[in-house]
């Protein structure tokens, strides 16, 4: 009998123990600039159901540094639309199903990465991350999860490799981390923050969550982080109050997010996050507050709406590391779906 294929599709899959080794093969293939023929002939397939700046291009370099080749997938952008309601009559402007097209590419591809954000209209289809669920039952290869509706796993681990490399032998328990709420025009998914509390409340670090009181997650995700931290003796706050939660703290991670109203109060969601909430922009003074904290963002992100010029041009910002560091961590990941040794 054949065994079950692995997945890269969220970090609850994977033990403490191994995400912290394929951090450590990451920090080595980053320090060695790693090269080799090891992959070769190996087709990685990229579904796009979203733009990508870093994702598409960390992973089409990661595989070219292996000796693979990718295959772009765009629905509607030179790629069949596809529906991916099961039981949907497709008599609209859907072409084709996402239950053929993976398994077809199942076919053609070695492993495939799915992009697929939240529409933040279905709820309860968000909080199961069904779509990325259903890529993985349709799939006879390795499925990586490039950022559903509730996970960015591989930005979570560029995350925790940026910490680790920030803070090296200290002892991480001494350090806090404040996840912070910025505004932003359009309405976010929760995947970014949700993977940061993750892999923060994982990690050992002191986790403070810092947003509006209408923007704070659902209790059964914040429940979880909060069992996290105690199990890795740390602690999990939350603050709504801004300028409090910034003192002292090692790392500033900004992100925004829709509060959990857009689903069913859309246009009150708007108004919080543009208009009551946008003094929440993280300032130059507000990063004073801290202990010289280091800043970090999984980009793209909006100057002087999320965060002021002089952050993000500033000696502590750590945004573009982070982003390098996605390139190391999606390698790691591709050479342990595949298989392959160092
Ligand atoms: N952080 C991130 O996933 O960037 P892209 O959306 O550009 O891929």
Not at 3 to 31: C, G, R, T, Y
Not at 166 to 191: C, E, M, N, R, Y
């Amino acid at each position: 009998m054949s065994s079950p294929v692995k997945h890269f599709l969220s970090l609850s899959d994977w033990s403490d123990a191994e995400l912290n080794a394929l951090i450590d093969q990451a920090q080595i293939l980053k320090q060695r600039n790693y090269r080799s023929k090891k992959a070769e002939g190996k087709v990685l397939g990229l579904l796009f159901f979203n733009p990508s700046l870093r994702t598409k291009v960390s992973f089409e370099a990661a595989a070219i540094h292996l000796g693979a080749g990718t295959s772009i997938i765009a629905p509607g952008a030179g790629s069949w639309t596809l529906e991916t309601e099961l039981g949907a009559v497709m008599n609209g402007n859907k072409t084709e199903h996402l239950k053929e097209a993976i398994q077809v590419l199942s076919r053609y591809c070695d492993a495939i990465g799915v992009r697929a954000f939240s529409s933040l209209k279905n709820k309860d289809a968000d909080y199961a991350d069904q779509l990325i669920r259903d890529v993985a039952g349709y799939a006879s290869v390795p499925v990586i999860n490039m950022e559903s509706a509730m996970e960015h796993p591989c930005q979570a681990m560029a995350d925790w490799m940026t910490l680790r490399e920030l803070f090296g032998q200290q002892d991480i328990s001494t350090k806090k981390l404040v996840l912070t709420w910025a505004p932003h025009p359009s309405p976010l998914p929760q995947a970014v923050p949700f993977s940061v509390l993750d892999m923060a409340s994982r990690s050992g670090i002191n986790v403070t969550l810092a947003c509006p009181a209408e923007m704070t997650p659902d209790p059964v995700f914040m429940q979880k982080f909060e069992s996290q931290c105690t199990a890795h003796g740390s602690s999990l706050e939350i603050s709504h109050n801004q300028a409090d939660a910034l003192e002292n703290a090692d790392v500033v991670y900004a992100k925004s997010w829709a509060s959990p109203l857009i689903y069913d109060h859309p246009l009150e969601e708007a108004r919080l996050r543009t208009e009551v909430y946008n003094n929440w922009t993280l300032t130059g003074d507000l990063m004073n507050r801290t202990r010289n904290a280091s800043f970090m963002h999984c980009l793209p992100v909006r100057r002087n709406v999320v965060v002021e010029d002089c952050v993000l041009d500033g000696p502590n910002a750590r945004h573009i590391d982070e982003a390098e560091n996605r390139l190391h961590a999606q390698k790691a990941i591709l050479m342990n779906l595949w298989n392959l040794s160092l």
